[in-house]
């Protein structure tokens, strides 16, 4: 294969990113952008190339693109998903899989059947730092796992970008999950989750930040804080203009032989100006040369790879589904107050 075609499904800001990602590498092309709303998928041709189509059955009936990119929004992974496995197209699915088990058993069946390949975009199993203390655990330098805290928080800004239709917990709490059940391959046995309310639930009815307890079945655990309740002014800067906000994050890892930590609070850049403090994105996808560098780059990179030389992706559906089972446990236990035991 002397060029790789492939398709997104899903025009809004992750759409974006991947599909420009995946124009400027120098063996792939954009053949197709898919959105409801064709304005959309316009304007992201007219960034990355390739044609626009507001129906994803018209795309597949003109085109035939060998990997799919499916960005839409979190309950709607599972129908463009089965119908590119179906359609011979390898599948990339942004985070998280699915919002329900069902969907994602759906989206692994298809692809299993149709012989594609299923990669889940868990962007920060591509983040060096990260992927350092997952060598670090496995080469034994913090001897067995005990513990682990992981914080994400964002601004506000976040929430109100999605208009209260998902919880924090599913669009980004999820990355940490994956995270600490990637360094913890024990079984999670139970889940305990608490939220809270403030501004994000006077506007949209959808919880500010929640703090998840994972006990998995060694006794070891897991805490996890996420939420998008950050101050405005926390990324309120204009310029530069490739300067893109983030948030408050951190991982820390025990064991019974070291522990590893992670402060992402700056990241490794920070400044000061006339518009006050700074702390911008320098991992995920920061433009460097005027091209989209860091995790985003490295982890479609490494899909477009698999395909290439019929390799696994690093995270296969059935992992990314165990990640979705916690993060559901995790809202159960919000709505029902309790902890929820594994398999609920």
């Given at each position: ?165 998902v919880s924090p917990i599913t669009y980004i709490g999820v990355h940490d999950i ?160 309790r902890i929820v035991t594994l398999p609920a």
């Amino acid at each position: 294969m002397d060029e790789l075609t492939f398709a997104v499904v899903g025009a809004g800001f992750m759409g974006g990113v991947l599909a420009r990602v995946g124009r400027e590498l120098p063996y792939s092309r954009c053949i197709a952008a898919v959105d409801v709303d064709i304005q959309k998928a316009r304007q992201l041709v007219d960034l990355v190339g390739g044609k626009a189509y507001s129906d994803l059955g018209a795309m597949f009936h003109d085109e035939s693109p060998d990997a799919i990119i499916v960005a839409t929004p979190e309950n709607s992974h599972r129908d463009p998903a089965v119908a590119a496995a179906e359609n011979g197209s390898h599948v990339f699915v942004e985070k998280p899989m699915a919002t329900s088990l069902s969907d994602a058993d759906a989206m692994i069946r298809s692809c299993e059947s149709a012989g594609v390949k299923l990669m889940i975009g868990h962007i920060l199993r591509f983040d060096v730092n990260y992927v350092m203390i997952q060598d670090a655990i496995r080469a034994g330098n913090i001897g067995r796992f005990l513990t682990a805290y992981a914080r994400r928080m964002a601004p506000i800004g976040e929430a109100r970008r999605l208009g209260g239709r998902v919880s924090p917990i599913t669009y980004i709490g999820v990355h940490d999950i994956d995270l600490m059940l990637w360094y913890q391959p024990e079984l999670v046995k139970s889940v305990y989750a608490r939220a809270v309310r403030g501004r994000v639930w006077d506007e949209f009815q959808t919880f500010d930040a929640a703090w998840l307890t994972i006990e998995f079945e060694d006794g070891s655990i897991g805490i996890q804080e996420v939420g998008w309740c950050l101050p405005e002014e926390w990324t309120g800067w204009q310029t530069p203009e490739s300067w893109g906000g983030f948030g408050d994050v951190r991982m820390n890892v025990i064991g019974t032989r070291g522990a590893a930590n992670i402060n992402y609070t700056p990241m490794d850049l920070y400044a000061v100006d006339r518009e006050g403090w700074k702390f911008p994105d320098t991992r995920h996808w920061p433009t460097m040369n005027g091209k989209l560098v860091g995790a985003a780059k490295l982890e479609i990179e490494h899909f477009f790879e698999c395909i290439l030389n019929d390799e696994e992706p690093l995270i296969t559906g059935e992992t990314a589904r165990r990640s979705v089972e916690v993060m559901l446990a995790a809202e159960m236990s919000i709505d029902e107050d309790r902890i929820v035991t594994l398999p609920a």
